[in-house]
């Protein structure tokens, strides 16, 4: 079993596939809190997880002039620490409702595959500055991360991202050792992880220990076989990946984490409080949330808990609250909440005209059906 070596795991933790593991906490627990404590943390892994000895480990990072390895004490002595509070989210979180308009293939992800932790490590431009490498002059159109976690094949996980994208964020790309304030779980990365900023979870390669530019796209399958976007008329049969650009930055979305779907409210409840996370990819902050207690007809703001951070670099995600008056007389209602980010960027109304085959990028208003007897 190549998964005997694999970490335990918070019994909290809602699984969606096991070997390889993959976890979401209770949703309303994932609004508990601002940062998501470590062991609540969703976890999306594809392969087993790498039994890494810290003294053991090198993160190679290869440019023109040369290569150099870093050790684990390196990163963690030699350079300033960063710290970036940021979203981690599944290109495939809240892919479940898509699955209800048509089949895809992907696992089935309800609304909690996404959390927000504080990431603490070395700045990816002090490690290449260290190098004497200005990532402003650097040559190659991609930067390119693999893991340490490998397929039967021993081809590593991997990603990449546009160089263009990696000058953008530059400061905020973090080559990370600690979650959290303790060193990175297993399951995250450790030792070392990359978090960027903004960008699918897909990209923020886990047991990294690769860096390097390159005029191409990573060659793994999951740059290049998935975590794309299709039109809901592509299906299995006429399906091109190459014709289709890689996610990277992700659109705006929310979720109610509370109540859930089909709860039943209070006898003869007149009022309902509602809880849940809005976020936005490329940094755009989220500046209204909208809620509604019957379908959709009418509308409210929700009470928006500030993340602390500038609207236009904005990572972390905003948390909510709303008290809405339920339709008077109503046996059951439609509860909906959308977002709206700092460029006006609003949710899809509806799953259909987003469906795509493998189910990414389900961002359209969330809509939770509760009971209210009489
Ligand atoms: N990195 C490696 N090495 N292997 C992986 O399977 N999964 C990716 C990414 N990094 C993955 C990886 C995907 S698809 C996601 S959504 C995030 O890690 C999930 O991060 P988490 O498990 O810390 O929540
Ligand atoms: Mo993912």
Not at 254 to 267: G, T, V, Y
Request: contains cysteine.
């Amino acid at each position: 079993d190549p998964y005997r070596n694999d970490p335990e795991r918070s019994p909290l933790l809602i699984p969606s596939s096991k070997k390889p593991f993959n976890a979401e906490p209770p949703q309303q627990m994932l609004v508990d809190r601002f940062l998501t404590p470590n062991h609540l943390f969703f976890v999306r892994n594809h392969l087993p997880v790498p039994s890494v000895e810290p003294k053991d480990y090198r993160l190679d990072v290869s440019l023109d002039s040369g290569s150099k390895s870093f050790t684990y004490d390196d990163l963690k002595s030699k350079f300033d620490k960063r710290s970036v509070v940021a979203v981690t989210q599944c290109a495939g979180n809240r892919r479940s409702e898509m699955v209800k308009v048509k089949p895809v293939k992907g696992l089935n992800w309800g609304s909690a595959a996404i959390s927000n932790a504080k990431w603490s490590g070395v700045c990816l431009d002090d490690l290449l500055l260290k190098q004497g490498v200005d990532i402003e002059k650097v040559r190659g159109k991609y930067i390119v991360f693999e893991g340490m976690d490998k397929q039967p094949d021993d081809s590593p996980y991997g990603a990449s991202i546009p160089l263009e994208l990696a000058r953008m964020l530059k400061r905020d790309i973090i080559i990370a050792y600690e979650m959290n304030g303790e060193p990175i779980p297993r399951d995250h990365g450790f030792p070392i992880r990359v978090i960027i900023p903004g960008v699918v979870g897909a990209r923020q390669v886990k047991w990294l220990n690769k860096i390097y530019f390159s005029g191409e796209e990573s060659t793994s399958h999951w740059q290049r076989r998935d975590y794309k976007g299709f039109n809901s008329s592509i299906d299995w049969h006429n399906v091109d990946f190459d014709s289709s650009v890689s996610i990277s930055q992700l659109p705006v979305i929310s979720a109610i984490c509370e109540p859930e779907e089909d709860a039943e409210l209070e006898e003869g409840a007149e009022e309902v409080t509602l809880r849940g996370y809005a976020w936005s990819g490329g940094g755009r902050g989220i500046i209204r949330v909208d809620v509604s207690a019957d379908g959709g007809k009418t509308w409210q703001e929700a009470r928006l808990k500030p993340n602390g951070q500038s609207p236009y670099r904005s990572y972390a995600w905003t948390l909510w609250e709303a008290d809405v008056p339920l339709p008077t007389g109503a046996r059951s209602t439609t509860l909906v909440v959308k977002a709206v980010d700092i460029s006006y960027n609003v949710q899809p109304d509806s799953v259909e005209g987003i469906w795509n085959l493998r189910g990414c990028l389900s961002n359209a208003w969330h809509r939770v059906k509760v009971n209210i007897p009489a």
